[in-house]
């Protein structure tokens, strides 16, 4: 599932491919796709004949912002990629594939088509008299970004303070910080030396600290990679991120620790697959 690193290489490539985007149709094939209120109907009706640009992301999802040729606002589209949702922009005309599910067309024959296998990705328009969080619930609960000053260990501290349930658990809720999945809550917690099964409120000032350094910087090493090699992820011009190569624990259970030689651990954990180093991560 593609996480904050792979989100914000998407927002990239569609900040830099079509920041300016003229979508003259829309075309929906798949009603599931969109989530907003009154369907594919109102979906189509609101962003024919809008400008799309500006990507934002908070956490997993992507907001564009939507205006009319006179530079007035209206409103957003909000994008969530969930499993295997992913962009491609289309330079001729080529006809769907059996995956595609939402067709923006401009009128110099470009095409941004929104490919998803498993069909969990959702969209939604957001009108310009309504904020992005009041329309999509996901975004109202979310926890702070990660690289914002609000995520920090006093936060953490106070935020986990009741919580029994295992750190690894508690990072993947959206809701302690935003972005955060499988492979960088493990990547995360091998940086910190902090055992995944650890019960949140148990955590040291020490460690959390540890886990807020560590988490923006295993973040920020995978953004400049580009995301990771991990699962269909693909950017807008179909290319794999590099940080997969780089995982210390992440899909390495029963190999050797490349730090200290123990072999990784690998456990489900709250559903998902754990991986960890029982000697660095005590
Ligand atoms: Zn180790």
């Known amino acids: 599932m593609p996480e904050l690193p792979e989100v914000e290489t998407v927002r990239k490539g569609l900040e830099k491919l079509l920041n300016n985007f003229y979508i003259e149709r829309v075309e929906v094939l798949k009603e599931r796709s969109i989530a907003s209120s009154g369907g594919s109907k109102s979906f189509i009706n609101n962003i024919e004949n809008s400008y799309l640009g500006n990507w934002e992301r908070r956490g997993k999802y992507l907001i564009g912002s939507l205006h009319s040729k006179e530079k007035i606002s209206k409103g957003y589209l909000v994008v969530h990629l969930r499993m295997t949702g992913q962009f491609k922009l289309l330079k001729k005309q ?85 972005g955060v999945g499988n492979i960088y809550a493990d990547e995360t917690l091998f940086d910190a030396g902090i055992n995944p099964k650890t019960e949140s409120r148990n955590l040291k000032s020490s460690e959390l600290k540890r886990l807020c350094n560590s988490l923006v910087k295993i973040l920020n090493i995978s953004i400049g990679e580009g995301g990771t090699t991990f699962s269909d992820f693909r950017d807008l011009e179909g290319i794999n991120g590099n940080y997969g190569g780089q995982a210390w624990v992440y899909r390495r259970g029963g190999k050797n620790c490349k730090k200290c030689g123990e072999k990784i651990l690998r456990e489900k954990l709250c559903g998902r697959s754990t991986h960890w180093c029982p000697n660095c991560q005590k």
């Open 94 to 178: 080529m006809p769907p594939c059996t995956h595609t599910r939402v067709r923006f067309f401009e009128d110099k024959g470009n095409e941004l088509r929104f490919i998803d296998i498993r069909n969990f990705g959702q969209m939604w328009y957001v009108p310009s008299s309504k904020s992005v969080s009041e329309t999509v619930s996901g975004i109202q609960r979310l926890g702070p970004e990660p690289f914002s000053d609000a995520f920090n260990s006093c936060y953490l501290k106070e935020y986990l303070k009741k919580r029994t349930r295992s750190i690894k658990s508690s990072l993947l809720d959206q809701e302690t910080v935003a």
